[in-house]
């Protein structure tokens, strides 16, 4: 049973920085996607970053890139998501998704929500301006 719990989610100002973490356990051998994505109400949840576990191949949206930093750890079963110079528009609830390796539309691991098969339970960045 593949479990993924996300932490480190909270309020922080506009220009601030936040890491969010993604502890997975139950994951057998084998190349994997991990991706954080993020949702606001009303709107889809969208994949802001992803990466290769097997080549540490990463991914970004253009609304992140330069910004935010995705990170595996394989040692500490760990996903990381760094937000630097984050936003107003980068509040939303933030989640971890893993899924065998894949090839998506925008490059491998860059997908969408139907695109990933095991789903964290979430955690609420808020970032005021």
């Known amino acids: 049973q593949v479990q993924l719990v996300e932490s480190g989610g909270g309020s922080v100002q506009a220009g601030g920085s936040l890491r969010l973490s993604c502890a997975t356990s139950?994951?057998?051998?084998?190349?994997?996607?991990m991706g954080w994505f993020r949702q606001v109400p009303g709107k889809e949840r969208e994949e802001v970053a992803g990466?290769?576990?097997?080549?540490?191949?990463?991914y970004y949206s253009d609304s992140v890139k330069g910004r935010f930093t995705i990170s595996l750890d394989n040692a500490k079963s760990t996903v990381y998501l760094q937000m630097n110079s984050v936003k107003p528009e980068d509040t939303a609830m933030y989640y971890c998704?893993?899924?065998?390796?894949?090839?998506?539309?925008?490059?491998?691991?860059?997908?969408?929500?139907?695109?990933?098969?095991?789903w964290g339970q979430g955690t609420q960045v808020t970032v005021s301006s």
């Open positions: 990466i290769d576990s097997g080549n540490s191949r990463t």
């Open positions: 998704a893993a899924n065998p390796r894949f090839f998506g539309r925008s490059g491998w691991c860059a997908g969408m929500q139907a695109d990933f098969r095991y």
């Open positions: 139950g994951y057998s051998s084998g190349s994997r996607c």
